[in-house]
T-cell receptor
């Protein structure tokens, strides 16, 4: 069975500082991995995805994530936080098929301090 | 850019009442999903639907829930007799097969409040 854990339910960073949101997954098959962002009272927006093409994945809004199979991790980073990055971030996994359900982690709430 | 739409954005109902949440997936997509998010918790898979039948359902998706694609565009989630614990945000998603990866496009959600 697949699962996702996210270390830290809440992360605070200063504006301009590095953002690091941690994600570890468990999967019995090669996974697809995703990061979604949810702004207050809004839906889920895909930030980036790993599909085995490249271990370093670049997404929207300056975010990127690195897939490390040996560590079963897919941490999300951004070099310089912006106030508009404050949101809930969900790491997610699905099986290596084109239609499998997506399993979400518990989420990390990111606050950006001016 | 095509998007998944959901109506209503907010539904308030009395416990025991039936509700139907509506979704219009992206037009050329063939796989459809419902997820829910109880306030402050993670997003949970409810059901997937393909070729006019359920592909997979979670243990949350009990006999009180049903899904239907009544026409070529809508995808609905029905809750027959709502309970207080059904209060949540419900997200619809759709996916097109044949792509190199599984990217589900999510709608904006319907917030269901059961009183």
């Amino acid at each position: 069975a697949q699962s996702v854990t996210q270390l830290g339910s809440h992360v605070s960073v200063s504006e301009g500082a590095l953002v690091l949101l941690r994600c570890n997954y468990s999967s019995s098959v090669p996974p697809y991995l995703f990061w979604y962002v949810q702004y207050p009272n809004q839906g889920l927006q895909l930030l980036l995805k790993y599909t085995s093409a490249a271990t370093l994945v670049k997404g929207i809004n300056g975010f990127e994530a690195e897939f490390k199979k040996s560590e079963t991790s897919f941490h999300l980073t951004k070099p310089s936080a912006h106030m508009s990055d404050a949101a809930e971030y969900f790491c997610a996994v699905s099986e290596d098929t084109s239609y499998d359900k997506v399993i979400f982690g518990p989420g990390t709430s990111l606050s950006v301090i001016p | 850019e095509p998007e998944v739409t959901q109506t209503p954005s907010h539904q308030v109902t009395q416990m025991g009442q039936e509700v139907i949440l509506r979704c219009v997936p992206i037009s050329n997509h063939l796989y459809f999903y419902w997820y829910r998010q109880i306030l402050g918790q993670k997003v949970e898979f409810l059901v997937s639907f393909y070729n006019n039948e359920i592909s997979e359902k979670s243990e949350i998706f009990d006999d009180q829930f049903s899904v239907e694609r009544p026409d070529g565009s809508n995808f609905t989630l029905k809750i027959r007799s709502t309970k207080l614990e059904d209060s949540a945000m419900y997200f619809c998603a759709s996916n097109s097969p044949g792509g190199p990866y599984n990217e589900q496009f999510f709608g904006p959600g319907t917030r269901l409040t059961v009183l």
